[in-house]
């Protein structure tokens, strides 16, 4: 349907997971995408999957100067970005009791201030393009207390009062900027591996067990794809959860 056709968009930790099944929805839809992360190889080897209308920065989103480089980098080949997926973040598990001042700060450095630092460039680069839309990758994990991701919860949580932050000040500002956030609950990827091979039979997969508690990254990745589209140009602000009423349930 080419839905983002024209739209530039960055998508952080695009190299696995979420980040790449959306970088190569939003390119099959039209978008020319800026891919950045950590893992080099697997970065390069997906812009090179996608072809031309794709482009690969090295980038920690933590640090300033890095967003500085692939602001750079992306209007150098392609122009004022108006698309922003806040995708790349980290995921440790550990109660409050077991969580260290040094991991509360490293998951912080990662998951709230690589946020912060995309929402402040993303939304310069939007100015100048005339418009834009931010997404932001929290978790149900902001939304409900899960007592074993302290450290996790409170840096999504951070985001998701970010998001709503940067939301109502482009709205006031008469921006045509939108600033959404998602909330996944278990979605498949390696990072969760582990956990799924705890789960008895069918339930670790929504395939085989509309039970089960993980989804897809195509199921997030669809979710972003709206969000980056005209077709959500009057979603602003909003909370949007992926979980298969995880949060919903009372038993």
């Known amino acids: 349907m080419q839905r983002v056709t024209g739209k530039i968009a960055v998508v952080t930790g695009a190299a696995a997971g979420v980040g790449r099944s959306t970088a190569l929805l939003l ?18 080897a997906l812009a090179g999957e996608i072809g031309e209308q794709a482009l690969f920065v090295r980038h920690d989103i933590a640090e300033e100067e890095d967003w500085r ?5 992306a209007d150098e080949r392609f122009g004022a970005i108006n698309v922003l997926v806040n995708n ?12 260290s001042l ?14 912060f630092l995309g929402c402040k460039y993303g939304l310069e680069a939007m100015k100048r393009a005339g418009a834009g839309s931010i997404v932001n990758m929290s978790s149900t994990a902001a939304l409900g207390g899960m007592s074993s991701l302290a450290a996790y919860s409170g840096s999504k949580g951070s985001v998701t009062a970010l998001t709503r932050s940067v939301a109502a000040h482009c709205k006031f ?5 939108r600033c959404n956030s998602v909330h996944p609950g278990g979605i498949a990827t390696a990072m969760t591996e582990d956990i799924r091979a705890t789960i008895e039979g069918a339930a670790a997969s929504f395939n085989t067990d509309p039970r ?3 989804c897809d ?19 602003n602000g909003v909370e949007l959860r992926v979980d298969n009423a995880l949060l919903s349930a009372c038993i």
């Open 217 to 235: 990254p195509e199921d997030v990745a669809d979710l972003v794809l709206f969000l980056a589209s005209d077709e959500s140009r009057f979603i």
């Open 27 to 44: 390119a099959r839809e039209g978008a020319r995408v800026v891919l950045t992360d950590l893992n080099e190889d697997a970065g390069r």
């Open 212 to 214: 089960s508690g993980f």
């Open 69 to 73: 480089t692939v602001m750079s980098a």
């Open 88 to 99: 790349a973040g980290v995921c440790v598990s550990a109660s409050i009791e077991d969580t």
């Open 102 to 115: 040094e991991l509360w700060r490293r998951l912080h450095r990662i998951n709230a201030d690589g946020v």
């Open 173 to 177: 500002s008469g921006y045509r900027i």
